[in-house]
């Protein structure tokens, strides 16, 4: 009996774990350490997504107004913030629509080796910490064809779309061991940076999952309910044994 609960009890747990562990990324990555309650911080990090990445990756399967709401913003904001491109009329793109991106597909899969893939899900199957350790480790190198690698993810065919912020970084690491350092200044220190890129991370990581913040809000509501729950019933047990005593 007690091998078969053992049995039971591995195969509950240890293979999901099993499976869970070997889709990870393999590579170290550093804590993002993102906090999906932080409105602002969200709200910043749509912001620098809609600047800097909407040009090459889209958010097929989210819709501006949708994110609006969730981050508390009226449909002025989110178009006024947001909305950087236009319909085939040439209109603004309405904020009730899915995310495209700004880049014709062709040119995007001309200009770089392979279009960029849509960064709706990327979050849930790469995790954030992966997004925000990439996000952090373009640096220098002629070998490849755009004069960027990228440490974790190597040979990524992706430029380095934050330079500006974060300057350049150079490989100073010997025998194929990287180690990344900083040669030329952007426009932020690194640890304002690091702080963009973790805004980058939980906007993509909200976006990639956005029930989740409801179903957070629901757990707390169902929580309330039980220990309100709870204390009517003892009330109500002592008022029922009062008069059996
Ligand atoms: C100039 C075009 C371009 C811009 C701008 C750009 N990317 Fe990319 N990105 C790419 C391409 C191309 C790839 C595919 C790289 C590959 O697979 O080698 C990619 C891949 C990625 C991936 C990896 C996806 C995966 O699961 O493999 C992430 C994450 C990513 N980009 C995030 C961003 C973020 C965040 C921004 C904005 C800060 C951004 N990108 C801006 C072109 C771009």
């Not at 053992?6 to 889709?23: H, K, R, S």
């Not at 912001?47 to 501006?64: K, T, V």
């Not at 001309?110 to 480790?137: K, M, S």
């Not at 426009?187 to 029930?211: G, H, L, N, Q």
Request: proline fraction near 4%; charge should be negative; glycine fraction near 8%.
């Amino acid at each position: 009996m007690k091998k078969l609960l053992t049995c039971a009890f591995v195969i509950a747990f240890a293979v999901p774990g099993g499976a869970a562990l070997a889709a990870g990324p393999s590579v170290p990555v550093d804590d993002a350490n993102i906090n999906l309650e932080d409105t602002t911080s969200l709200q910043r990090g749509a912001e620098y997504f809609f600047q800097y990445c909407i040009g090459c990756h889209s958010l097929e399967h989210a819709r501006y107004n949708r994110i609006g709401q969730d981050l508390g913003l009226t449909e002025e904001q989110v178009a006024e913030k947001f909305v950087h491109t236009r319909d085939a009329a040439g209109d603004p793109t309405g904020v009730g629509q899915l995310i495209e991106i700004a880049m014709r597909p062709d040119d995007a899969e001309e200009w770089f080796a392979q279009p960029a893939p849509d960064l709706t899900l990327t979050a849930r199957h790469r995790g954030p910490d992966w997004i925000y350790t990439v996000l952090r480790n373009f640096y220098l190198d002629d070998s490849r064809p755009l004069g960027v690698n990228n440490a974790t993810f190597e040979a990524m065919g992706m430029p380095h779309a934050l330079w500006e912020l974060q300057g350049w970084q150079k490989n100073v690491g010997e025998d194929g061991h990287i180690e990344l350092e900083l040669v030329e200044e952007g426009k932020m220190s690194t640890e304002e940076y690091d702080e963009v890129v973790r805004d980058i991370t939980a906007f993509m990581t909200y976006v990639a999952e956005p029930i989740r913040m409801e179903r957070e809000a629901m757990g707390m509501y169902v929580i309330g309910f039980l220990i309100l729950f709870t204390i009517l019933a003892y009330l109500l047990k002592k008022e029922y044994w009062r008069d059996v005593h």
